[in-house]
């Protein structure tokens, strides 16, 4: 029961959004769109988890690691003197931190710099599933909106190690690096920053405890890539990593792989920030991880006028999705009808190289008895043999019936484009034989896109009449 007294110290708003990242500026502005007042709470950094330990600050670590690990390549183009290039570790760091740091203040300028008492810094807590506290004030919203992100899971026993285990939220801030990090979690981030920080000349080890890396899930793109990564540091897949201490150093252990660091990247994945958060006072049941349920489609949380956004979901931890989340969850919060609207079709892109990626139903996913597989290697493909970067593989997933696109995984150059290609072409419902009457320019690397849809074409059911796959044909 609420008194008297703390109604009168309550500030009331029509939305209260906790966290103010991708998903809670994206919420914010549905909000103001709809011409409701509101109040962004945050507690900790600012500047959203993309732009100041994320998909930023990593890609710029990439583009130097890179570039540099190039010059292995301009022996055979007859360019002389690659041999002396050298790199300034600090210098490429301070790089990066820059870059990192106008990506943030551009965030930060068009969002919270210019909220005056809209914006509260501090960490709030449910009293009731429309009462808030925050640093002691009582907040009374219509409908509240959870978009607390996430944080680096690093398993208890490991946080004795101090500051020798790193996560993302650290890696940024080093002014130099040790000569030896062991990576342990091969996803989308650990394979991204271990190959660059290999390829900056840090000796790297790769530990995963599942037979697979990047995310990857067809069996065929999963050996290639492996083969390809595996070529470049070592990779230990399959069995859980162990770490003990050895002198000043650590070492890591999985079966009988052993290798001794100086820090140990932990990228096992990523927890929800509800901490504290008093989500028990929601009145609804929580899942073993402390989580509530929620729809996907509309965000809401059971029948309450709470609403999750963004990474705190645990699904869809990506910018574009989080992105969506907000503007979901902040639509329906400022209106008074509940919307469910249709999620856009998945796609995955690690940037490691080759990229690796994913987009529309992946290979766990498919009828194996009733899709039919594409596939080209880019072996042979001209474009990418000029590049100097001609290794990969590229299947394409539809149904064997209808011919209708449904998927695709690849490890290949430039396939964070042909993944957009593909997967804007899933969302449009597409057949293999409506891809295939798209113009293809040569050469391009969009031509192993093409060659690997004219495998597919061979295996479906449903062809065009007249032969001629590529034409439309038109009346005389």
């Given at each position: 029961?609420?008194t008297?007294?703390?109604?009168?110290?309550?500030k009331?708003v029509?939305?209260?959004?906790?966290g103010?990242?991708?998903?809670?500026?994206?919420?914010?502005?549905?909000?103001?769109?709809?011409?409701?007042?509101?109040?962004?709470?945050?507690?900790?950094?600012?500047?959203?988890?993309?732009?100041?330990?994320?998909?930023?600050?990593s890609?710029?670590?990439?583009?130097?690691a890179e570039?540099?690990?190039?010059?292995?390549?301009?022996?055979?183009?007859?360019?002389a003197?690659?041999?002396?290039?050298?790199?300034?570790l600090?210098?490429?760091?301070?790089h990066?931190?820059?870059?990192?740091d106008?990506?943030?203040?551009?965030?930060?300028?068009?969002?919270?710099?210019?909220?005056?008492?809209?914006?509260?810094?501090?960490?709030?807590r449910f009293i009731e599933p429309?009462?808030?506290?925050?640093e002691?004030?009582?907040?009374r919203?219509g409908?509240?909106?959870?978009?607390?992100?996430?944080?680096?899971?690093v398993?208890?026993?490991?946080?004795?190690?101090?500051?020798?285990?790193?996560?993302?939220?650290?890696?940024?801030?080093y002014?130099?690096?040790?000569?030896?990090?062991?990576?342990?979690?091969l996803?989308?981030?650990?394979?991204?920053?271990?190959?660059?920080?290999h390829?900056?000349?840090?000796?790297?080890?790769g530990?995963?405890?599942?037979?697979?890396?990047?995310?990857?899930?067809?069996?065929?793109?999963?050996?290639?890539?492996?083969?390809?990564?595996?070529?470049?540091?070592?990779?230990?897949?399959?069995?859980?990593?162990?770490?003990?201490?050895?002198?000043?150093?650590?070492?890591v252990?999985?079966?009988?792989?052993?290798?001794?660091?100086d820090?140990?990247?932990?990228?096992?994945?990523r927890v929800?920030n509800?901490?504290?958060?008093?989500l028990?006072?929601l009145?609804?049941?929580?899942?073993?991880?402390?989580?509530?349920?929620?729809?996907?489609n509309?965000?809401?949380?059971?029948?309450?006028p709470?609403?999750?956004?963004?990474?705190?979901t645990?699904?869809r931890?990506?910018?574009h999705?989080?992105?969506?989340d907000?503007r979901?969850a902040?639509?329906?919060a400022?209106?008074?009808e509940t919307?469910?609207?249709?999620?856009?079709?998945?796609i995955?892109?690690?940037?490691?190289?080759?990229?690796?990626?994913?987009?529309?139903?992946?290979?766990?996913?498919?009828?194996?008895?009733?899709?039919a597989?594409?596939?080209?290697?880019?072996?042979p493909?001209?474009?990418?043999?000029?590049?100097?970067?001609?290794?990969?593989?590229?299947?394409?997933?539809?149904?064997?019936?209808?011919?209708?696109?449904?998927g695709?995984?690849?490890?290949?150059?430039?396939?964070e484009?042909?993944?957009?290609?593909?997967?804007?072409?899933?969302?449009?419902?597409?057949?293999?034989a409506?891809?295939?009457?798209?113009?293809?320019?040569?050469?391009?690397?969009?031509?192993?896109?093409?060659a690997?849809?004219?495998?597919?074409y061979?295996?479906?059911?449903?062809?065009?009449?007249?032969?001629?796959?590529e034409?439309?044909?038109?009346?005389?």
């Amino acid at each position: 029961m609420i008194t008297s007294e703390r109604r009168v110290n309550e500030k009331t708003v029509d939305v209260a959004i906790i966290g103010s990242g991708t998903a809670g500026l994206n919420v914010m502005g549905q909000v103001r769109r709809a011409r409701k007042s509101f109040v962004l709470i945050n507690d900790g950094e600012t500047g959203t988890t993309c732009a100041r330990v994320g998909c930023m600050p990593s890609k710029a670590m990439i583009q130097v690691a890179e570039d540099f690990h190039r010059r292995a390549h301009l022996g055979r183009y007859g360019i002389a003197g690659h041999e002396d290039l050298t790199l300034d570790l600090p210098e490429a760091l301070e790089h990066v931190q820059n870059l990192r740091d106008i990506f943030v203040d551009r965030v930060l300028e068009h969002s919270t710099d210019k909220l005056g008492e809209e914006f509260i810094e501090g960490y709030a807590r449910f009293i009731e599933p429309t009462l808030l506290e925050v640093e002691g004030q009582r907040i009374r919203a219509g409908r509240v909106v959870i978009a607390t992100g996430s944080r680096p899971l690093v398993p208890e026993p490991w946080r004795a190690f101090g500051d020798r285990i790193i996560t993302t939220d650290e890696l940024f801030e080093y002014e130099n690096l040790p000569a030896a990090i062991g990576v342990i979690g091969l996803g989308t981030i650990g394979l991204e920053l271990g190959q660059s920080l290999h390829r900056l000349g840090i000796s790297v080890t790769g530990f995963d405890q599942i037979d697979t890396i990047g995310g990857i899930q067809d069996p065929e793109v999963a050996r290639t890539a492996i083969d390809i990564l595996g070529r470049e540091f070592p990779l230990h897949l399959g069995r859980p990593a162990d770490i003990e201490a050895a002198g000043e150093q650590l070492k890591v252990t999985a079966g009988e792989h052993s290798v001794r660091v100086d820090k140990v990247l932990c990228s096992i994945g990523r927890v929800p920030n509800v901490e504290n958060l008093g989500l028990e006072n929601l009145g609804v049941a929580l899942d073993e991880h402390g989580m509530p349920p929620f729809n996907l489609n509309t965000m809401q949380i059971a029948d309450l006028p709470v609403y999750l956004a963004g990474d705190v979901t645990g699904e869809r931890m990506i910018l574009h999705e989080a992105g969506d989340d907000g503007r979901i969850a902040g639509y329906n919060a400022a209106h008074d009808e509940t919307t469910a609207f249709r999620r856009k079709t998945p796609i995955m892109i690690n940037f490691c190289d080759p990229n690796i990626c994913a987009v529309g139903r992946r290979w766990d996913e498919i009828d194996q008895g009733s899709t039919a597989v594409g596939e080209i290697r880019f072996g042979p493909v001209g474009r990418a043999l000029i590049m100097g970067k001609n290794k990969g593989v590229l299947r394409v997933y539809g149904d064997r019936q209808s011919g209708r696109l449904l998927g695709a995984e690849m490890i290949g150059p430039a396939c964070e484009h042909l993944a957009h290609l593909l997967c804007w072409c899933i969302e449009q419902r597409l057949g293999v034989a409506d891809l295939l009457r798209m113009p293809f320019y040569h050469p391009v690397i969009e031509e192993a896109l093409q060659a690997a849809l004219y495998d597919l074409y061979r295996k479906v059911e449903t062809k065009n009449e007249g032969g001629l796959v590529e034409l439309e044909r038109l009346p005389v």
